[in-house]
């Protein structure tokens, strides 16, 4: 049986890897002062400057996962062209999206009994979610099945290593991840964390360095260290809004080690919302997370 491979906004792929790999992308929703937006919507270029200017003038902006209704419009149209659905969706440890599309799943599977639903917790997030998207994508068009690249995903997703730095605090703690005390000391000092992505699926920090620039460097050691094989690999980066930093990142994971390709996207609103401008992170396979 044929299949398409459905995910997230929250994978955060460049629209080049969503038309090439012709994936269906559920959205998430950002919601402003003048009203609710999905944060992604296929074949609509979105300029996302403005809406990094309005985190940085500290507007009050929310966000919402995506719902149950939209994940089973989506699979039921895939079912109805005669394909099966494997779905990755967005952490659990983050959100409750992978939780709606279960629900979607489990209740379109009582009325297609005959067909395959498959709903993979990635347990990551931005681009994370979004190499293990394209390893399954990779692996589709090399002929494994629909079961065959789901249980890859199950057997691999830990070994995704997640990398992040943020510039300024303000969005974390005001997100409750991080306490006032520490906002202000982090602010007065140019303290900035170092963090990575759990085995549940959480973000947590797991260093502080002094500087900017000695934050970016340090994700580049960080790769460096992490990653396996690294010449058949793709690294990906996102970031909030500050493109150049990320391809000096590039540029020094480049310098440490010879990798296949760097592939650069602008982190998508809604990890955006919570992290804010100048978050920078980047993702490869390893051993383990």
């Not at 990635?122 to 090399?142: D, I, M, P, R």
């Not at 057997?155 to 991080?178: A, Q, S």
């Not at 592939?263 to 993702?283: D, K, Q, R, W, Y």
Request: with cysteine.
């Amino acid at each position: 049986m044929n299949y398409k491979i459905v995910t997230d906004s929250s994978s955060n792929l460049t629209d080049e890897l969503i038309e090439r790999f012709d994936l269906t992308v559920v959205p998430l929703m950002v919601i402003t002062e003048t009203g609710e937006y999905p944060s992604y919507v296929k074949g609509q270029k979105t300029d996302l400057k403005p809406f990094y200017d309005k985190l940085r003038a500290h507007e009050k902006i929310s966000t919402s996962c995506a719902n149950a209704d939209a994940f089973r419009e989506s699979f039921e149209q895939i079912l109805q062209s005669g394909n099966d659905v494997l779905c990755v969706a967005f952490s659990s440890g983050l959100s409750a999206t992978y939780n709606a599309a279960k629900m979607a799943a489990d209740e379109l599977s009582e009325k297609y009994p005959s067909r395959t639903i498959r709903v993979v917790d990635s347990l990551s997030a931005a681009l994370g979610e979004g190499l293990l998207v394209y390893h399954a994508c990779e692996l589709k068009e090399q002929g494994k099945s629909l079961t065959e690249v789901a249980d890859w995903l199950e057997e691999n997703k830990l070994k995704c290593c997640h990398w992040f730095t943020v510039d300024d605090l303000y969005h974390l703690f005001k997100g409750g991840r991080v306490k006032a005390s520490g906002y202000l000391l982090a602010m007065a000092l140019s303290v900035k964390p170092m963090m990575h992505m759990d085995d549940s699926g959480h973000l947590v920090p797991v260093g502080k360095v002094i500087g900017r620039k000695k934050s970016i460097l340090t994700l580049a050691e960080q790769i460096a260290t992490s990653i396996v094989n690294p010449e058949e690999q793709v690294i990906f980066i996102s970031h909030g809004d500050c493109v150049e930093e990320a391809e000096f990142l590039a540029k020094k994971i480049k310098e440490k080690v010879r990798v296949k390709d760097v592939v650069i996207n602008m982190l998508e609103p809604v990890i955006g919302a919570h992290s804010g401008p100048g978050t920078m992170a980047v993702f490869c396979l390893g051993e383990h997370r």
